[in-house]
């Protein structure tokens, strides 16, 4: 069992940054793969960013590209979104998910645990 907090959400300007933190504990953290997906409104849950297990691999989806970066401190159970450049529509609830695949999945059926979200808004 792995549980999952995020933060670091909120409210900030297009432009702005923001840097989410995933905090890890349970089974051996450093094990798992972890993602970063996204849930706007209406829509459905999306992938944003996954790392693997020791850091060497880096995914990153199309709309985030240059913009976000992914890193994981093993040290300390957790993992990070920075968000730089934001924009409206990056306006949603944001979920870190851990995954005990070899190759992080952008699927969200390739994730077994997940937290309990975190708002990020950017206002125009």
């Known amino acids: 069992q792995v549980r999952l907090v995020e933060s670091g959400g909120g409210l900030v300007q297009a432009g702005g940054s923001l840097r989410l933190s995933c905090g890890a504990s349970?089974?051996?953290?450093?094990?798992?793969?972890m993602g970063w997906f996204r849930q706007a409104p209406g829509k459905e849950r999306e992938f944003v960013t996954a790392?693997?297990?020791?850091?060497?691999?880096?995914y990153y989806a199309d709309s985030v590209k240059g913009r976000f970066t992914i890193s994981r401190d093993n040290a300390k159970n957790t993992v990070y979104l920075q968000m730089n450049s934001l924009k409206p529509e990056d306006t949603a609830v944001y979920y870190c998910?851990?995954?005990?695949?070899?190759?992080?999945?952008?699927?969200?059926?390739?994730?077994?645990?997940w937290g309990q979200g975190t708002q990020v808004t950017v206002s125009s």
């Open positions: 790392i693997s297990w020791a850091g060497f691999a880096r």
């Open positions: 998910a851990a995954s005990p695949a070899r190759t992080p999945p952008m699927a969200t059926t390739g994730y077994d645990y």
């Open positions: 349970g089974r051996a953290f450093s094990s798992y793969a």
